[in-house]
C-alpha cells in the first residue's frame, strides 16, 4: 500500500511508520521541519517538506495514496486553540476531496462526541463532524484516551513539589493510553478494510483513578506516599501559565479537566468500550522513572 502519514517524527507517527515501512509499504510523512528529512529518509520513509496550513500542498501530498493517517499537529501559537483544530480538520477535509483518496485513519479523542465543554477536545469534534461531509470516503476516528505521557510534564512537580495533581480529585475515573499502543491500532485500521464514517475508541487502562497514578508513578521514583492533590481551576490556570503555557491553551487543558472531574469526557467511551493495549500504568511508570531520573 502507498500510505500517507501527517504528525512528523511524534510520538504516534514515528512508530507508526515504522511499523508499516517493516510490512512493506510505501510510506511518505509530512513534516513542517525541513530538519526532520533526513531522520525520515532514515526510516525508509519519503519526507514531504509543507504546512498543514497550505491545502495545495496537502492536495498533492495526498494524491495518489491508498489510505492517510490524519491528526492535528499542536500549535500552542495558536491565537484561538479550538478553532485552529477546526479550521486544519477542514484543510484536511478539502485535500481529502480534491486529491481523491478513499481511505482515512483520524487521530481524535475520547470526548470527541460532545461539542463541547471539553477544551481542545472539542476542536476535536468539529473536525469529526467535517470528515463526515465527505462523500465517498471510508473513515475510522480513533478516539484515544489520556495520554501516559502527559504526566511527564508533571516530573518538576514531583520532584521539587512531592506531589501530582489537576484541577480533578484523587478519585476521579481516567482512561490512559500509551502512544505506541494507538501507533500500533492506526497500523491495523489502515491495513483492514473499513467503510462508512465509524469510531474505534483506544485505551490501555480504563480502571485506575487519579490516585493510583500518583501511587504508581511515585512508587517507580522513590516516593511511594505520594499524594494525588486537586486543585481549583484558578490554581490549575495559574500553574500553568506560570509554568510558561499560553493563557489560551492553559484555558483549554482546564476546561477538558472538568469534564474529567465530572465523568462526562468518559461517558460514551463506557458505552463502547474497546479491547484493552497490553501496556500497562506499570509499564509507563518505568518510563516516567526513567525520564525523571535522567
Known amino acids: 500500500m502507498k500510505i500517507t502519514l501527517t504528525g512528523s517524527l511524534g510520538n504516534i507517527t514515528k512508530p507508526l511508520a515504522e511499523t508499516l515501512l517493516a510490512k512493506g509499504h510505501e510510506v511518505k510523512i509530512i513534516s513542517s521541519n525541513p530538519g526532520r528529512a533526513e531522520a525520515i ?48 480538520g477542514k484543510n484536511y477535509a478539502v485535500a481529502i476531496q480534491q486529491s481523491g483518496v478513499k481511505k482515512v485513519v483520524n487521530l481524535s479523542s475520547i470526548g470527541a462526541d460532545l461539542p463541547d465543554g471539553t477544551g481542545p477536545i472539542a476542536g476535536l469534534h468539529q473536525v469529526e463532524n467535517t470528515f463526515a461531509q465527505l462523500d465517498g470516503v471510508a473513515i475510522k476516528h480513533l478516539r484515544a484516551g489520556y495520554f501516559f505521557i502527559n504526566f511527564l510534564s508533571n516530573i518538576d512537580m514531583v520532584k521539587h513539589a512531592n506531589i501530582l495533581g489537576s484541577n480533578f480529585g484523587a478519585d476521579a475515573k481516567l482512561v490512559l493510553v500509551h502512544p505506541r499502543h494507538i501507533a500500533k491500532v492506526a497500523a491495523e ?24 497514578v500518583a501511587k504508581t508513578l511515585g512508587a517507580a521514583v522513590g516516593k511511594p506516599e505520594l499524594p494525588w492533590i486537586e486543585f481549583s481551576d484558578e490554581e490549575a490556570l495559574n500553574g500553568m501559565t506560570g509554568a510558561g503555557l499560553p493563557e489560551e491553551i492553559a484555558k483549554n487543558y482546564v476546561e477538558m479537566g472538568d469534564a474529567i472531574r465530572s465523568n462526562r ?30
Open 41 to 88: 529518509k532514515a526510516l525508509g520513509a519519503i519526507p514531504l517538506i509543507g504546512n498543514v496550513a497550505d491545502i495545495t500542498f496537502l492536495t498533492a501530498a495526498f494524491t495518489g495514496a491508498d489510505a492517510i493517517y490524519t491528526m492535528v499537529p499542536p500549535d500552542f501559537s495558536a491565537p484561538r486553540f479550538k478553532a485552529y483544530i477546526s479550521e486544519i
Open 189 to 212: 485500521t489502515l491495513e483492514g478494510e473499513f467503510i462508512g464514517k465509524s469510531v474505534l475508541y483506544v485505551a490501555n487502562d480504563d480502571q485506575s483513578i487519579a490516585a493510583d
Open 265 to 294: 469526557l468518559f461517558t460514551d467511551y463506557y458505552k463502547n468500550r474497546p479491547v484493552l493495549g497490553s501496556i500497562t500504568l506499570q509499564d509507563f511508570a518505568a518510563e516516567f522513572a526513567a525520564a525523571y531520573n535522567s
